[in-house]
C-alpha cells in the first residue's frame, strides 16, 4: 500500500491534463514527405513511369533546351519599376487652375491648396493609388492672369514664372497620406471626429525637392527663396512686381507650419461639427507629441 | 485540453466563485450550479471580472475617467474650419467686364440662340455637355477602340441639329462619311470618331 503523499501525487497526476499519443499535435507548417508504398512488388513511388519526373531530372523554371530563354533574349527596359511605391502625382494644368478662378470655383482671396482644388468636386486623389497630391503642368502658361497664393506638391520652372510674373507666390509642399486623406475630403474628416493630424517630413528622396529654393520647397531658406525669384524674373525677361507696398501681401505670404495642414488650425486639436465649436486637449503628452518632430 | 478547460470554467459576476464542472462531465452538474448562482455566466477570460455592485467601484470611476477629458472649448476659431467645407451648390458666376475670361470662357450668346430650331443648354458647371466616349471592341482576331462624341441635353428639333451638324463635320474633316445615332427619348446625338473639338466649335458658332 503506497504513503498518503504518493497516493495523492498519483490522483493529482490523474485529474491534471497531460501529453499522450491521443493530443500530440505536430508544430504548424510541418511539411511532410510524400508518403511511398514500400510493399512488396511496388516499385515506382508514385513517380509515373520512367522519363524525368521518375529520375528527378526536371529541367529548371526558363531553360529552353539549351537556347537562350526569353528572358535573356529580350532587353528589359525598367520604365514602370518600382511603380508599386513611387509617389505618384496627378497633374493640373494651369488652364484648368484659372478656370476654376474664372468660374469663382476657388476663392482667390485665400490661399490655394489641395483642400481648395478637391472641394470643387471635380477633381479628386486617391491614397490607395499612391497620389501625393497635385502636378501643376505647364499647359496655359501664357494666359495665366492670376494673382494667387497657391500651395501644390510638384511644379516646374516655368509654371513658377508664369505665376511669379503675375505677383502670385507659389509653394511646393510635401503631405504624408494621412494628412492627404485629410485634405482631399474635409466634410468626412471632420465628422469623424478625429484630432488633425501632424505633417511628416518627406521622404529621404523627396527631401531635396522640398528644400530647393528653385522650386520653392516649404523647407527652402526665405532669403534664399527671394534669390531665386529675382533670379528667375531675370531669365524669363519679366519685372517681378514688389511685394512690399501689396495690399494683399498678408495673403500671398501666408504660409502653413511644416506639422500644420490647415491654416488657423492646429495638429492635435478636434473639430466638432455639431457643436460648432474646436476642443484643445491639455495633456502634456499629447501636446509634447504633436508640436515637435520624431 | 486547454482549450478544453476554459470553454468549461465559468465564473459568477457576483461572487466572483469560479463554477467547475464534476470530472464526468456531467452536464446537470453545471447547470445547477449555474441556477445556484442566478446570475450571468460569463466565459473565463483574461481581463478582470466586471465590477458593479461594491461601493468601491463608484470611488474608482470618479478617481479614472474612461477618458482623459481636460480640453478647452473654443468657439471663436470655428470660422479657420467654415473656408475648408465644401460648398453644397455650384456657386454662382462672378461679374466679368469682358469676354472671354483669360481662360476662354464666354457665356452663351442669347440673340444667336433664337435664331436656331434646337438648343443646347450648358451643364451646371457652366461647361459645353459635349463628352468623349471610348468602347473596346473585338474585330475578328483583333482588339480595337471606338472613339466617340456624345452631345447632351438637346431641346427643340434634334434631327436637324443632327443633319446641320454632319453638313459642317463632313465639310471641316473632308470624309466621306461621318456616323451618328439619334436618341429621340433620351435626347442625346452620338458621332463616331474623335470630333469633340469640331462639335465644340460647331456650337460656339451657333451660340450655344
Not at chain 1, 482667390?108 to 502636378?135: E, M, Q, W
Not at chain 1, 494621412?178 to 505633417?199: M, N, R, S, V, W
Not at chain 2, 438637346?154 to 465639310?171: F, H, K, M, P, V
Request: include cysteine; charged fraction near 25%; hydrophobic fraction near 35%.
Amino acid at each position: 500500500m503506497a504513503s498518503k503523499v504518493t497516493e495523492k501525487a498519483l490522483n493529482l497526476i490523474k485529474s491534471l491534463p497531460r501529453v499522450a499519443i491521443s493530443n500530440v499535435k505536430d508544430l504548424p507548417g510541418t511539411l511532410y514527405k510524400k508518403k511511398t508504398n514500400r510493399s512488396a512488388g511496388r516499385k515506382k513511388k508514385g513517380r509515373g513511369d520512367k522519363g524525368q519526373g521518375a529520375r528527378g531530372t526536371l529541367d529548371p523554371l526558363g531553360y529552353e533546351g539549351g537556347q537562350r530563354p526569353l528572358i535573356d533574349a529580350v532587353p528589359s527596359e525598367k520604365y514602370y519599376g518600382k511603380y508599386a511605391i513611387r509617389r505618384q502625382y496627378p497633374p493640373i494644368s494651369l488652364l484648368e487652375i484659372q478656370r476654376l478662378i474664372d468660374l469663382n470655383r476657388v476663392d482667390v482671396t485665400r490661399p490655394i491648396d489641395v483642400s481648395s482644388i478637391c472641394n470643387t468636386r471635380l477633381y479628386s486623389l486617391d491614397v490607395a493609388k499612391n497620389h501625393f497630391g497635385f502636378n501643376v503642368t505647364e499647359e496655359g502658361c501664357d494666359l495665366f492672369a492670376s494673382k494667387v497664393n497657391l500651395e501644390v506638391q510638384w511644379v516646374t520652372e516655368l509654371v513658377i514664372a508664369a505665376i511669379e510674373k503675375n505677383g502670385g507666390t507659389i509653394t511646393t509642399r510635401y503631405y504624408d497620406p494621412q494628412c492627404l486623406a485629410a485634405l482631399f475630403d474635409t466634410q468626412a474628416f471632420f465628422e469623424k471626429g478625429q484630432p488633425i493630424p501632424k505633417c511628416k517630413l518627406p521622404p529621404q528622396d523627396a527631401l531635396a525637392y522640398y528644400s530647393d529654393p528653385n522650386f520653392r520647397g516649404y523647407l527652402a531658406d526665405p532669403e534664399k527663396i527671394l534669390m531665386a525669384r529675382e533670379k528667375l524674373a531675370q531669365k524669363y525677361g519679366y519685372k517681378l512686381p514688389d511685394l512690399t507696398d501689396d495690399p494683399l501681401k498678408d495673403l500671398l505670404l501666408m504660409r502653413k507650419d511644416p506639422l500644420q495642414i490647415f491654416y488657423g488650425l492646429e495638429p492635435g486639436w478636434i473639430v466638432n461639427l455639431a457643436d460648432k465649436c474646436i476642443l484643445k486637449p491639455k495633456d502634456e503628452d499629447y501636446l509634447r507629441y504633436y508640436s515637435n518632430v520624431y | 485540453m486547454a482549450t478544453f478547460t476554459v470553454s468549461l470554467l465559468r465564473t459568477c459576476n457576483k461572487c466572483r466563485q469560479i463554477i467547475k464542472p464534476s470530472l464526468s462531465f456531467a452536464r446537470n452538474t453545471y447547470l445547477n450550479s449555474r441556477l445556484k448562482c442566478e446570475q450571468n455566466v460569463r466565459l473565463l477570460t483574461t481581463a478582470p471580472p466586471p465590477l458593479n455592485n461594491s461601493s468601491l467601484n463608484e470611488e474608482n470611476v470618479a478617481e479614472k475617467p474612461d477618458y482623459p477629458t481636460d480640453f478647452e472649448v473654443s468657439y471663436d476659431e470655428f470660422k479657420y474650419v467654415l473656408p475648408l467645407l465644401p460648398r453644397p451648390t455650384v456657386p454662382e458666376l462672378p461679374k466679368h467686364a469682358t469676354f472671354p475670361t483669360p481662360s476662354g470662357w464666354f457665356p452663351p450668346n442669347e440673340e444667336l440662340i433664337a435664331k436656331q430650331t434646337f438648343l443646347i443648354r450648358r451643364t451646371k458647371n457652366h461647361l459645353l455637355p459635349v463628352y468623349p466616349e471610348l468602347k473596346r471592341v473585338q474585330v475578328g482576331p483583333y482588339k480595337a477602340i471606338k472613339h466617340s462624341v456624345i452631345i447632351r441635353k438637346i431641346e427643340g428639333d434634334i434631327w436637324a441639329l443632327e443633319a446641320e451638324l454632319r453638313e459642317y463635320l463632313l465639310e471641316k474633316t473632308g470624309l466621306k462619311v461621318i456616323k451618328t445615332q439619334v436618341h429621340e427619348v433620351g435626347r442625346f446625338i452620338r458621332i463616331r470618331g474623335m470630333h469633340r473639338p469640331l462639335v465644340a466649335e460647331f456650337m460656339f458658332e451657333r451660340g450655344m
